[in-house]
């Protein structure tokens, strides 16, 4: 049976990309989001890959997010007081900094302009297969059928546990997000890109062209939701993230030089662990719901457009909606579960205690570490999908 239409759940990242996809790929698909409209989400920036550009380019949309993007031509890694700097990735484009609501906003715009009906107030709350197709029950008590549904639905997805009530549940990497701009008075480098661990605790800067600094920072802190994080006044975050990063350079002065309104606290970070059901026979995952890699990897977004996409060419390439997840499973499965165990390990240095810290500049050849890390990344982010030819389960196999 050729799949002709699709639900899809969530209109975050994964959810616009695939159905730009699948119409691509010959597919009906429709999106339904439980907030009142699009770029809802807390706006904090994230780096994206170059992976990522290159599968957006498959549904035409790359060159929309690289006008609102901000390369990172040069990356450093600050241990303490030593700095390495990472070799730039030849034939690769540079890392991107992007706004998380920018892109979800781009993504959005490109497939509305591209024909994609979005749905909002369209909160799941159950689905039910059939051998027909499927059908998608709201909160506002409206319905919805179609041959398969898609759970682009993130990291607390709810049609991962109507696929498997057994599925896991994302783990807390033991870190809260911020988010911040800061002016400070002295000059940091262009288009560079630092990531930092200090004495007590791992943060990034990075310079905006109007000369404020872009600053991200993970706090080991009990968990926390992203709305108890907020609940936490800006000034008082401030003083908690002075009293962790305060006496490191150059954290300190961008503590002091943030505004507050210019600071956002994120809530706890998460991992998934792996996932063992993606698809029953006519749901199946994409993005965050089976696969957040952390964002210790830098890879969260790029990975979620580009299953988003193998999906679409599996459902083009293979009748069977079920043989066709199956494929899409296997090809995806060992790079997103390689990206995440890549992540897992970046968390655990990210928590050390401050014995291991003070030590961790001495280790310096880790420098060594580092460059082997950096030709973990180079694989990774080289990952370009061929939509013209037929899905091949070895060839895409090859890139892992
Ligand atoms: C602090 C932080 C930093 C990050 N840094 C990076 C980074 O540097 N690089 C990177 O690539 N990635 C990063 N990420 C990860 C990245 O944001 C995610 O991987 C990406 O957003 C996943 O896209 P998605 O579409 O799968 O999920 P989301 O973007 O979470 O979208 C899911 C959508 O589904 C909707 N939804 C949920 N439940 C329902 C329901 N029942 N019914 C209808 N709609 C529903 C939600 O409202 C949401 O709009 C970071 C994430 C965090 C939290």
């Not at 509305?112 to 027909?132: M, Q, S, T």
Request: proline residues 6%.
């Amino acid at each position: 049976m050729t799949v002709k239409t699709a639900l899809i759940i969530g209109g975050g990242i994964a959810g616009p990309v695939a159905a730009c996809a699948l119409q691509k790929a010959g597919v009906e698909a429709r999106v339904f989001e439980a907030y009142a409209g699009p770029a809802f989400n807390i706006g904090s920036t994230l780096g994206f890959a170059p992976n990522g550009l290159a599968a957006l380019d498959v549904i035409g949309a790359g060159d929309a997010v690289r006008a609102i993007a901000l390369p990172m031509t040069h990356t450093v890694m600050n241990l303490g007081r030593k700095s390495v700097p990472l070799p730039a990735l030849k034939d690769v484009e540079p890392l991107q900094v992007v706004d998380r609501s920018d892109l979800q906003s781009v993504l959005h715009d490109h497939a509305v302009k591209a024909g994609i009906e979005f749905e909002y107030n369209k909160r799941l709350v159950n689905a039910e297969e059939n051998p027909d197709g499927v059908v998608a029950h709201f909160a506002d008590g409206t319905s919805a059928t179609a041959d398969i549904l898609i759970g682009a639905d993130g990291i607390k997805s709810l049609v991962r546990t109507l696929i498997d009530p057994n599925a896991p549940d994302a783990e807390y990497t033991g870190v809260l997000g911020f988010g911040a701009y800061a002016r400070i008075d002295r000059t940091l480098p262009e288009e560079t890109m630092t990531f930092s661990y200090g004495k007590n605790a791992y943060y990034i800067y990075w310079t905006q062209p109007d000369g404020r600094v872009g600053w991200g920072a993970n706090l080991p802190h009990r968990y926390l939701t992203s709305t108890q994080a907020r609940e936490i006044s800006a000034v008082d975050w401030l003083r908690i993230l002075e009293a962790t990063y305060g006496g490191d350079n150059p954290a300190g002065e961008l503590i002091a030089g943030t505004d507050p309104a210019d600071l956002v606290a994120i809530g706890g970070n998460h991992i998934m662990p792996p996932v063992p059901h993606w698809h029953s026979q006519r749901m199946v995952l994409v993005g965050d719901s089976v696969h957040a890699p952390s964002n210790s990897t830098g890879q969260g977004a790029s990975l979620a457009i580009e299953s988003a996409i193998q999906l679409a060419r599996c459902l083009r390439d293979i009748d069977d909606p079920t043989t066709a997840f199956d494929t899409y499973e296997r090809i995806r499965r060992p790079r997103v579960e390689g990206i995440a165990k890549r992540g897992k390990r970046i968390n655990q240095t990210k928590t050390m205690g401050p014995i291991m810290r003070r030590t961790l500049p001495v280790l310096m050849p880790l420098a060594t570490k580092m460059m082997k890390l950096n030709e973990v990344m180079s694989r990774e982010q080289r990952y370009v999908i061929d939509w013209d030819s037929r899905v091949d389960e070895q060839a895409e196999l090859a890139w892992v």
